[in-house]
T-cell receptor
């Protein structure tokens, strides 16, 4: 079993929809939770990071972490065609600097 | 400011040849990471450099892989005697030491071994 599980999709939604992306994990030592966006043939771009449990909002993006359930989510409000990309969740323990990535979810927002 | 840069952007090599991939981190970032992204495997950690400390090589898949970082800045990832399973996108990232969770990635080098 992988440390981080993420549904690869693809996920197809109409413009303006609310998108929910999720990851589950098994390592309770993870303390930092990140979301990256990756466009085709580009490097991953850091969207948001959250420390421990709770919510964090940045514009149309909201990240949620539920450590008791080992479950994290990224919500995208008012989705746009420019949001079409692969979204990767990543996690890190407190004392170790490597990121552990999910497989990525491919999102398509159609006009 | 300038982001992480990597060269070459694409590399095609024959099986058995050696390749060198280069990474220029963001100026002032003391931590540098190499990851590999391949179909079916996702993004996997290879190696981590922090300042003058010994690198964390725990993710290197075999002794054909090595990396160095000169002068605390530029890094080179070397793959010797390349195999077809080495075909992947090799990504470099950098971060400030106090914020390892904020890693900024370069565009990657797409390696194809024929």
């Amino acid at each position: 079993q992988k440390e981080v599980e993420q549904d690869p999709g693809p996920l197809s939604v109409p413009e303006g929809a609310i998108v929910s992306l999720n990851c589950t994990y098994s390592n309770s030592a993870f303390q930092y939770f990140m979301w990256y966006r990756q466009y085709s043939r580009k490097g991953p771009e850091l969207l948001m990071y959250t420390y421990s449990s709770g919510n964090k909002e940045d514009g149309r993006f909201t990240a949620q972490v539920d450590k008791s359930s080992k479950y994290i989510s990224l919500f995208i409000r008012d989705s746009q065609p420019s949001d079409s990309a692969t979204y990767l969740c990543a996690m890190m323990t407190g004392g170790y600097n490597k990121l552990i990535f999910g497989a990525g979810t491919r999102l398509a927002v159609h006009p | 400011g300038a982001g992480v840069s990597q060269s070459p952007s694409n590399k095609v090599t024959e099986k058995g040849k050696d390749v060198e991939l280069r990474c220029d981190p963001i100026s002032g970032h003391t931590a540098l990471y190499w990851y590999r992204q391949s179909l079916g495997q996702g993004l996997e950690f290879l190696i981590y450099f922090q300042g003058n400390s010994a690198p964390d090589k725990s993710g290197l898949p075999s002794d054909r892989f090595s990396a160095e970082r000169t002068g605390g800045s530029v890094s080179t990832l070397t793959i010797q005697r390349t195999q077809q399973e080495d075909s992947a996108v090799y990504l470099c990232a950098s971060s400030l030491a106090p914020h390892p969770y904020e890693q900024y990635f370069g565009p990657g080098t797409r390696l194809t071994v024929t």
